[in-house]
């Protein structure tokens, strides 16, 4: 749509206004809360992002993407307990949504909570049917931030696999190589 189109391009104020016109229309339509919140993300003010994510999420309690996006958001804020339970909301509608997932890992992992950041990454990669390049490399960037370095390189390995042209996991597993002597 326009709105979505204006936002892709960086027209903010364009994009704004027509996620504010399809609310004139249907007042509780979540994909244009949904906007807002990423136009308000794009100019920083992720206060008021939050507001419209959870404006979204309460609009239809189903929208996985608003979830996610809104445990981001939180996390950006530092409010790490709301952006935990956004994470969960989305995962408890869509248990193999990766992004959720990975969100819920990486906001363990930057809290220093690197054991449950572990667990959740592990976890995660066996409920998401198909390997997710992002999740493997997560877990792997955690285990060897846990100093368990031989499976922080095989972890990379298999990252590396299903991504060739993602460089980071061949850099992790060089750092990871070097810890191990």
């Known amino acids: 749509n326009a709105g979505d189109d204006a936002l892709a391009e960086g027209r903010l104020d364009e994009a704004e206004a027509c996620y504010r016109a399809a609310l004139e229309h249907k007042a509780d339509f979540p994909m244009a809360f949904f906007g807002l919140g990423e136009v308000a993300a794009a100019r920083g003010d992720h206060k008021r992002a939050a507001a419209e994510l959870q404006a979204a999420t309460e609009a239809w309690p189903e929208y996985v993407g608003a979830f996610t996006r809104l445990g981001e958001v939180n996390a950006v804020l530092g409010k ?24 819920l890992g990486r906001l363990h992992a930057d809290s220093g909570r690197l054991e449950l950041a572990e667990a959740t990454y592990r976890a995660a990669l066996l409920s998401v049917a198909e390997a997710s390049p992002g999740l493997v490399y997560g877990h792997a960037r955690v285990l060897g931030l846990l100093g368990r370095h031989a499976e922080c390189v095989s972890a990379h390995d298999r990252a590396s696999v299903l991504a060739p042209d993602f460089g980071m996991p061949h850099h992790g597993a060089g750092l990871c190589l070097e810890a191990l002597g």
């Open 80 to 103: 790490r307990k709301r952006a935990a339970a956004a994470f969960k909301a989305a995962l408890a509608v869509d248990r193999t949504h990766v992004l959720a997932h990975e969100g």
